[in-house]
Each structure stands twice: as C-alpha cells, then as structure tokens.
C-alpha cells in the first residue's frame, strides 16, 4: 500500500517544529528516522496532514552527559548511541540491549527518540527505560515537562505524550557505582520482535527487575536481595500480574514460563556484576 497524502515540513529549528504542531494539533506527526512510522504510513494506520521532520534541528543529533544522566536528544539514531564510546561502562544495561534493536540496517535510521514515542511494549529502549527509571523530555510552544518512563507510557503504544508535544529528549541514568546490569530476549530470530525481554539492575540491597513484550507496557518490580524459593515465588507472581495472552507469536503460558526463567537469569547475572 501508498500512504495518504501529506504535506511535509522539515524544519530548521525546534520553534518553527513547535508551531506547526500547535496549529496543526491531532493532525501532524513527528518524523525522525521513520522506522515505525513509515510502515504505518503506508498500511495507512495512521493518517497525518502533516509530517514534521525534526533531524534537520540543531542540537537534536548530539548525546550529552547531565550530571549523573545520559540525555539523548531527538535526533539520535539508535547506531550513534550503541557506538557511544565507553557505553558498555557508563550504562551496561543500554549496551547489552542495544544489539537486539532491529537490526543494523534500521538502526543506523530508527532514532532513540522515535521508539520511545512509538511506544511498542514489546521494544528493547522503552523497557531500558522503565528498567533503569528514565525520564522522557517534552517539549510543546508552552511549556517543557518531564515524566518518568513509569508515567509516561500509559497502554499498548499510547503514551502521556500531549498533541502539541514532542519528545525533545530522553535521559537514561548512568550507572550506579557498585550497581550490576543484565539484559536478556527471546525472540524468533534476533531482531525481530521479542517474545519476552527482560531487564535487572542489582544494588547492595535491592533488585530491580522489568519485563516487556507481555503486558500493554514495560512493568517493573522492586525487592530485597530475595534467593532460592523466595525469588522463584516473587517471579511467579510477578509473571501472573502481567496478565499474559495468547497471540501468533507464543502462548500466555510460555510467557509466563519466560518471564520466571529469563527474570531469574537477569538477576543472577546483574548480582554477579556488581562491582
């Protein structure tokens, strides 16, 4: 299929991207990379009067370190940040999972940004994310606001994100010292959509754990430095709360399976990389 007639405007500067937003409301869409975007565009999924390319906007290509954050603008391919030098340091969890993104080609086109606004839960950066408590940068003619990853995505690819509003950035914290990291995904083959993908950060104390690809979005849970049956209990409840369905792709009971297995697996290797 063709996708419906639009008009196009690449914008030169974040103010000039903010207006035609505002005027257009409803009916204007944000393009960077268009890797989500353009496939639904062309199965006519969505229906836009206006695209407003955003990679021509000074600034919004360029990764910076905020304090104890990564802030990467709207810009950003998802090839520029894997490539970052010295990631596999300052965020383990953003290096692990970076790989399993599409694959080389539409990373070296799909932006960080685009698959934070698509909002697809079974994708590897919203779960990052959620899993690490990241923050999402909006920016509208009005005013700019932040929300965490655990507000901003609300259901199956929706998100808080208002009309008039784009994602200006997103910032992953870096890693906490001391912290361990542990990414892990199943998938048909590698790069295609997961089936369950699983997320964990282990401090002294406590461990982090987030599932995507079972829920309407990336979920996680807190617990103390639980081992044997007490993590296998708290797995399993964890993985009946995601309320897991079956579709085309695996069963509710295989995911749940999944989430047990790679949950357990995710936390044993991020206590093993505590430094």
């Known amino acids: 299929m063709k996708p419906a007639a639009f008009d196009y405007v ?15 409301g409803g009916e204007a869409r944000v393009i960077a990379g268009g890797q989500s975007l353009l496939p639904m565009l062309n199965m006519r999924l969505a229906k836009p ?16 370190r905020e304090g ?34 599409g694959h080389y080609q539409t990373r070296a086109r799909g932006t960080v940004c685009g698959s934070t606004a698509h909002a697809d839960p079974s994708a590897e950066i919203p779960l990052c994310l959620v899993a690490l408590d990241g923050e999402i940068r909006l920016r509208s003619r009005k005013k700019r606001r932040s929300l965490k990853a655990s507000e901003f995505f609300t259901g199956m690819m929706v998100t808080d994100k208002a009309e008039d509003e784009l994602i200006e950035a997103v910032a992953f914290p870096a890693a906490v010292k001391g912290a361990g990291y542990a990414f892990r995904e199943v998938a048909r083959r590698h790069g295609d959509f997961a089936i369950v993908a699983c997320a964990a950060m282990a401090t002294a104390d406590a461990i982090h754990v987030a599932v995507g690809a079972v829920a309407d979005r990336p979920e996680r849970r807190s ?15 964890f993985a009946w709360e995601l309320d897991a369905r079956d579709d085309i792709h695996a069963t509710a009971r295989l995911r749940r399976d999944l989430v047990r297995s790679l949950g357990r697996e995710v936390i044993e290797e991020a206590l093993r990389c505590r430094a």
Do not use: C
Request: proline share 6%; aromatic share 4%; charged share 20%.
């Open 49 to 64: 009067a206006v695209l407003v390319d955003v990679m021509g906007i000074p600034g919004f290509g360029e990764i910076r």
């Open 68 to 101: 104890d954050a990564i802030v990467v603008p709207a810009g950003v391919r998802q090839a520029k940040l894997l490539a970052r030098l010295g990631l596999a340091t300052e965020q383990p969890l953003l290096a692990a999972a970076l790989p399993w993104v």
């Open 10 to 24: 690449r914008a030169q500067h974040l103010d000039e991207a903010l207006d035609v937003l505002k005027q257009q």
């Open 223 to 237: 617990y103390p430095l639980l081992e044997g049956s007490a993590l296998d209990d708290a797995l399993n409840a």
